[in-house]
Nanobody
Framework: QVQLVESGGGLVQAGGSLRLSCAAS????????MGWFRQAPGKEREFVAG????????YVVGSVKGRFTISRDNAKNTAYLQMNTLKPEDTAVYYC?????????????????WGQGTQVTVSS
């Protein structure tokens, strides 16, 4: 079992920045690929970013490319999502997810472990 706890969400004005953290416990963090997802009100949960086990490969979706950066610190058992130039359409609950695998996937069903989510609200 892996336990994931997100933090760092909040209310920010458009153009601002936030850094989300996902702290993991329970198993060897470096065995897991990590993903960040978000779910806006009335919408499906969507993949935002993913990162390989060693942090050497990172992926972000087109809508956040150039604004969001995913990273991880295996020594701290933590993954991060740095979000810059935030827009009102980025408003959502953000979740981190993990799977013991060598591959990042965008399908939420692929991930075995999930955090409880953290709310990000971007005001215009």
């Amino acid at each position: 079992q892996v336990q994931l706890v997100e933090s760092g969400g909040g209310l920010v004005q458009a153009g601002g920045s936030l850094r989300l953290s996902c702290a993991a416990s329970g198993r060897t963090f470096s065995n897991y690929v990590m993903g960040w997802f978000r779910q806006a009100p009335g919408k499906e949960r969507e993949f935002v970013a993913g990162i390989s086990r060693d942090g050497g490969r990172a992926y972000v979706v087109g809508s956040v490319k150039g604004r969001f950066t995913i990273s991880r610190d295996n020594a701290k058992n933590t993954a991060y999502l740095q979000m810059n130039t935030l827009k009102p359409e980025d408003t959502a609950v953000y979740y981190c997810a993990a799977r013991a695998s060598a591959y990042v996937r965008e399908n939420q069903g692929y991930y075995d472990y999930w955090g409880q989510g953290t709310q990000v609200t971007v005001s215009s």
